[in-house]
């Protein structure tokens, strides 16, 4: 066993993983507490990781990524509450099909648009300096790109436990979770809520398009690869819990990680895998919600 | 449940008169697209069975339509099989397969059911598009080896709407059928299914099967008239795709995937002759669709034909018609 190998396989797992975390964590708030099921939550990654790369070519590596981790999370969001407010409001009372099917023509859709935009060519930035090297730590070389997705990953886990936990917003959302129609039924706004969920997981799923453009490799397969494992997360999380798709992102980014060094074909047959062994021993996640399944 | 007779089983084969003489009106070149909506469907139909009979969220069905083809595929080009040799074959596979998928992925209900067949599907695509040596990895399998009565478009064509009318007269039969009753009572109480002594789990399992076995037929049809096959046929973009016929058109009504086919279709063979940028007006058209008519298309045509049948008699006393008008808020 060459640990040496071993240790940067589980970092970069982490990494990933906290990048799974970002956009399932969004998804899982939008689907457990609001019942809206967004297949196109993918594009919104895809298409930050696009804007990203571009910010980066403009501006440069340093000024270009720190620019846009703050303007294109913010796009995003408001992109993605315009988009709730004209496309999905009108199918809310068709249960799931209707927004299977918004999103899922929003799917083709952007992805053909981020054709048009930026190309059919993958899109490869040089990471800012600050992040191309290596740190020794305890005689591990570790990547500095992979500990600075962590740490931006811990502040906004940070920010949406404060959120959850302190503010007006998050209760409600805790509300909704546990039950929505109790929650329409004392006076609360629940479209209103929707729409803001809506924005923050789009806000969400920003961030982590942004800060996976230092891995390269930016292309127009980015957004069915990640919405599936962000479905997988959800899956193995727990519907509607946000600590659960943490656990389940790092197992899945762990073992995709990991598995690479055994197995040539590693990689999404792991994460499915996984998947599947969880479900078969708990059908409902990590965390289960009482009533729900 | 209804009754199985030629009533019923008219609409399947006035469509299916429709498609034989499409040869006639439309140009050579757009055959293959022609044939390719008719495979489609078909497909769609059959994950009908699941999704509209017994309320079945599959999100799986391209692994079992991937797994017709690829079998045919490989069956001819690497192990030099006769086609119907390869389709015995894939039919063969395809039973012990969908009984495993439905074993796993009913664990889980609704939506999770729908994500565990995706999973399950996906495993299968990465394998097949990965393994370079068996399958052709990316860049797939090309040079079907056809039989001699299969080997021009036409013949493929006719020959994908007979497979499209007999799969459909069996659905028919089917669901016209105890266990097709018994599958909508699944649908919308499995409790009360249990309740009565039924096993609900059972039947469930058992439209698995049926949906798989159907689609796999689709997908030998589609390595015949394609003649070749690619591993995108696997993966959850032809899944979703499917199922989005089937919400497009309608899973409540027999027809509906196919009205969904044909719709996405037509939209998709007019524009990528022109342009590359077909996807964008399908997934508006797709997104325009869900926003007016969001149970389908389907139903709302055969209200639209019913309100017309209404209008033209005027034997109809008024109460019908505000049940009409009622029906239709």
Same mark, same amino acid.
């Given at each position: 066993?060459?640990?040496?190998?071993?240790?940067?396989?589980?970092? /970069?797992?982490?990494?990933?993983?906290?990048?799974?975390?970002?956009?399932?964590?969004?998804?899982?708030?939008?689907?457990?507490?609001?019942?809206?099921?967004?297949?196109?939550?993918?594009?919104?990654?895809?298409?930050?990781?696009?804007?990203?790369?571009?910010?980066?070519?403009?501006?440069?590596?340093?000024?270009?990524?720190?620019?846009?981790?703050?303007?294109?999370?913010?796009?995003?969001?408001?992109?993605?509450?315009?988009?709730?407010?004209?496309?999905?409001?009108?199918?809310?009372?068709?249960?799931?099909?209707?927004?299977?099917?918004?999103?899922?023509?929003?799917?083709?859709?952007?992805?053909?648009?981020?054709?048009?935009?930026?190309?059919?060519?993958?899109?490869?930035?040089?990471?800012?300096?600050?992040?191309?090297?290596?740190?020794?730590?305890?005689?591990?070389?570790?990547?500095?790109?992979?500990?600075?997705?962590?740490?931006?990953?811990?502040?906004?886990?940070?920010?949406?436990?404060?959120?959850?936990?302190?503010?007006?917003?998050?209760?409600?959302?805790?509300?909704?979770?546990?039950?929505?129609?109790?929650?329409?039924?004392?006076?609360?706004?629940?479209?209103? @809520?929707?729409?803001?969920?809506?924005?923050?997981? /789009?806000? @969400?799923?920003?961030?982590?398009?942004?800060?996976?453009?230092?891995?390269?490799?930016?292309?127009?397969?980015?957004?069915?690869?990640?919405?599936?494992?962000?479905?997988?997360?959800?899956?193995?999380?727990?519907?509607?819990?946000?600590?659960?798709?943490?656990?389940?992102? @790092?197992?899945?980014?762990?073992?995709?990680?990991?598995?690479?060094?055994?197995?040539?074909?590693?990689?999404?047959?792991?994460?499915?895998?996984?998947?599947?062994?969880?479900?078969?021993?708990?059908?409902?996640?990590?965390?289960?919600?009482?009533?729900?399944? | 449940?209804?009754?199985?007779?030629?009533?019923?089983?008219?609409?399947?084969?006035?469509?299916?008169?429709?498609?034989?003489?499409?040869?006639?009106?439309?140009?050579?070149?757009?055959?293959?697209?022609?044939?390719?909506?008719?495979?489609?469907?078909?497909?769609?139909?059959?994950?009908?069975?699941?999704?509209?009979?017994?309320?079945?969220?599959?999100?799986?069905?391209?692994?079992?339509?991937?797994?017709?083809?690829?079998?045919?595929?490989?069956?001819?080009?690497?192990?030099?099989?006769?086609?119907?040799?390869?389709?015995?074959?894939?039919?063969?596979?395809?039973?012990?397969?969908?009984?495993?998928?439905?074993?796993?992925?009913?664990?889980?209900?609704?939506?999770?059911?729908?994500?565990?067949?995706?999973?399950? $599907?996906?495993?299968?695509?990465?394998?097949?598009?990965?393994?370079?040596?068996?399958?052709? $990895?990316?860049?797939?399998?090309?040079?079907?080896?056809?039989?001699?009565?299969?080997?021009?478009?036409?013949?493929?064509?006719?020959?994908?709407?007979?497979?499209?009318?007999?799969?459909?007269?069996?659905?028919?039969?089917?669901?016209?059928?105890?266990?097709?009753?018994?599958?909508?009572?699944?649908?919308?109480?499995?409790?009360?299914?249990?309740?009565?002594?039924?096993?609900?789990?059972?039947?469930?399992?058992?439209?698995?099967?049926?949906? $798989?076995?159907?689609?796999?037929?689709?997908?030998?049809?589609?390595?015949?008239?394609?003649?070749?096959?690619?591993?995108?046929?696997?993966?959850?973009?032809?899944?979703?795709?499917?199922?989005?016929?089937?919400?497009?058109?309608?899973?409540?009504?027999?027809?509906?995937?196919?009205?969904?086919?044909?719709?996405?279709?037509?939209?998709?063979?007019?524009?990528?002759?022109?342009?590359?940028?077909?996807?964008?007006?399908?997934?508006?058209?797709?997104?325009?669709?869900?926003?007016?008519?969001?149970?389908?298309?389907?139903?709302?045509?055969?209200?639209?034909?019913?309100?017309?049948?209404?209008?033209?008699?005027?034997?109809?006393?008024?109460?019908?018609?505000?049940?009409?008008?009622?029906?239709?808020?």
């Amino acid at each position: 066993m060459n640990w040496q190998l071993f240790s940067a396989q589980v970092l /970069a797992g982490t990494a990933n993983g906290a990048l799974y975390f970002l956009v399932a964590s969004g998804l899982t708030l939008l689907w457990g507490a609001l019942g809206v099921v967004n297949l196109a939550h993918g594009s919104f990654f895809m298409l930050s990781a696009f804007a990203g790369a571009l910010c980066i070519q403009t501006w440069g590596p340093e000024i270009g990524l720190i620019v846009a981790l703050v303007i294109v999370p913010l796009a995003a969001a408001l992109f993605a509450c315009t988009l709730e407010m004209t496309l999905f409001r009108p199918v809310y009372k068709s249960a799931m099909w209707g927004q299977l099917l918004v999103s899922f023509g929003l799917v083709l859709a952007l992805n053909n648009i981020a054709r048009l935009v930026f190309g059919t060519q993958a899109i490869s930035v040089a990471p800012p300096k600050m992040l191309s090297g290596f740190v020794e730590f305890g005689g591990l070389r570790l990547a500095s790109y992979q500990l600075g997705v962590l740490v931006v990953t811990a502040l906004v886990a940070l920010f949406l436990w404060r959120l959850l936990t302190r503010s007006r917003t998050g209760r409600l959302i805790r509300a909704a979770v546990d039950d929505p129609q109790m929650l329409g039924a004392v006076g609360v706004d629940v479209q209103r @809520l929707r729409t803001m969920v809506m924005g923050i997981a /789009a806000l @969400l799923a920003g961030i982590a398009g942004v800060i996976a453009v230092p891995r390269g490799a930016i292309n127009l397969g980015l957004d069915v690869q990640i919405i599936v494992i962000a479905f997988a997360v959800i899956v193995i999380g727990g519907l509607g819990a946000v600590w659960g798709s943490l656990a389940a992102a @790092l197992v899945i980014g762990i073992a995709e990680a990991v598995s690479t060094m055994f197995l040539d074909q590693g990689g999404e047959v792991v994460i499915f895998a996984v998947m599947v062994i969880v479900l078969l021993f708990r059908p409902t996640g990590f965390r289960t919600i009482a009533g729900r399944d | 449940m209804g009754q199985f007779d030629l009533r019923r089983a008219a609409p399947l084969l006035l469509v299916a008169l429709v498609f034989c003489l499409l040869p006639l009106v439309i140009s050579k070149s757009m055959l293959p697209e022609a044939t390719r909506i008719v495979v489609l469907a078909g497909c769609a139909m059959s994950l009908n069975l699941l999704v509209g009979a017994t309320g079945l969220i599959s999100m799986g069905q391209g692994l079992f339509f991937g797994l017709g083809a690829y079998v045919v595929a490989l069956g001819t080009i690497r192990f030099g099989m006769g086609y119907g040799a390869a389709a015995a074959l894939a039919l063969a596979i395809c039973l012990p397969l969908s009984i495993i998928v439905a074993l796993i992925s009913l664990r889980a209900k609704h939506l999770f059911f729908g994500l565990l067949t995706m999973a399950i $599907g996906q495993v299968a695509f990465v394998f097949v598009s990965r393994n370079y040596k068996l399958t052709g $990895g990316d860049d797939g399998l090309v040079g079907v080896v056809l039989p001699k009565w299969l080997d021009n478009d036409l013949a493929q064509h006719y020959f994908a709407i007979i497979v499209l009318v007999l799969a459909g007269l069996v659905l028919l039969r089917l669901l016209a059928s105890p266990f097709g009753a018994t599958l909508g009572a699944v649908r919308d109480n499995p409790d009360r299914v249990a309740s009565l002594g039924g096993n609900p789990k059972l039947y469930e399992i058992a439209a698995m099967v049926g949906g $798989g076995l159907l689609g796999t037929v689709f997908g030998i049809v589609w390595s015949g008239t394609e003649g070749s096959v690619e591993p995108g046929l696997l993966s959850w973009v032809t899944s979703a795709m499917l199922l989005m016929m089937v919400a497009l058109g309608g899973r409540s009504m027999f027809l509906g995937p196919l009205i969904g086919a044909v719709i996405l279709e037509v939209t998709r063979a007019i524009l990528q002759s022109k342009s590359t940028n077909a996807d964008l007006v399908v997934g508006i058209v797709v997104i325009t669709c869900a926003v007016f008519f969001p149970e389908g298309v389907g139903p709302r045509l055969q209200q639209l034909f019913a309100g017309l049948k209404l209008r033209r008699t005027p034997a109809q006393t008024p109460a019908a018609k505000t049940t009409e008008m009622g029906g239709r808020a």
